[in-house]
């Protein structure tokens, strides 16, 4: 019996974490909900945008006439510098004070474009800009985790159509980088020739089975453990700790892979593909961080159509994360749209 066409879990090498997995269920009929259909931002400008080119944000600042990326200090920041309150203990209940900066990335000035939509240099400038804000925010003495990512969608808590992402820098190291911190270190104390992912990527390659593009240095795969319907990811074929550490060469080859993967979400139910992007890379916080590879997951939340979507609900809130399509399926469908 083949154990993957029956229910079973599977592990996350990199977290820890495992997620149930039910091919069986996908024979099952499905009666959903029909919505209307999303109707893709034509506007390459918007007046009312408080991101757009030259327009006022609610803070009353003005925005620059940019002409390819701009970066501000989010308006309605969930971290502040200048948090300097005490932590509180009573009894079992404790809290910390936390600090940090959250600053909001504008991919392109025009209104309508996605990175799907964008050519490979204006990714290449998007990317240039995360390796800018990194450096600078890495930098601070109070600063420990920069994380990058993005939320596309209404549906995946967005505000604004207008092409952009985010940056969260914050004195503590959050709980997913702190369990894949710990794996990577256990892996490298024994397999010291190559990183936790660089093994990971070789199996993978030989497989084939979830690779869904590949480009002379990185990878875009359907990870074994994932949990979201369609999510991937693209891997550095080889291992660096942070994105600083791209050559320009490697730079086109990172925007080739994710005006890949985003163009070939949009075609899986030829709608404007909803999805959470972010990219783990190693803690700032002056450690070592021995056999840290950084790598960017996307997770989108439709599951059989454009109108239906995958939440985390019943069981997987009570237990674990459950999936029916599997990895090996999900990589199969969207490798046949590259």
Known sequence: MDILKEPHIRKNILTGDEVLVSPHRTKRPWQGKVEDQFVPVSLEYDPNCYLCPGNTRASRDVNPNYEDTFVFTNDYAALKEDTEAADYVSGL????????ICRVVCFSPNHSLTLSKMEIPAIEKVITTWQREFAELSTLDFINNVQIFENRGDIMGCSNPHPHGQIWAQKSIPTELQKK??????????????TLLEAYLT?????KERIVYANEHFAVLVPFWAVWPFEAMIVPKKAMKNILEMTPEEITSYADAIKTITSVYDKVFNVPFPYSAGIHQAPTNNQSNDGWHWHMSFYPPLLRSATVKKFMVGYEMFAM???????EKAAEMLRDLV
């Open 181 to 194: 911190t710990h794996n990577f270190a256990k892996y490298h104390a024994s397999n010291q020739s190559k």
């Open 203 to 207: 199996q993978e390659i030989q497989e």
């Open 93 to 100: 209940l404790e809290a910390k004070a936390e600090r940090g």
């Open 321 to 327: 994360p459950q999936r029916d399509i599997t990895a």
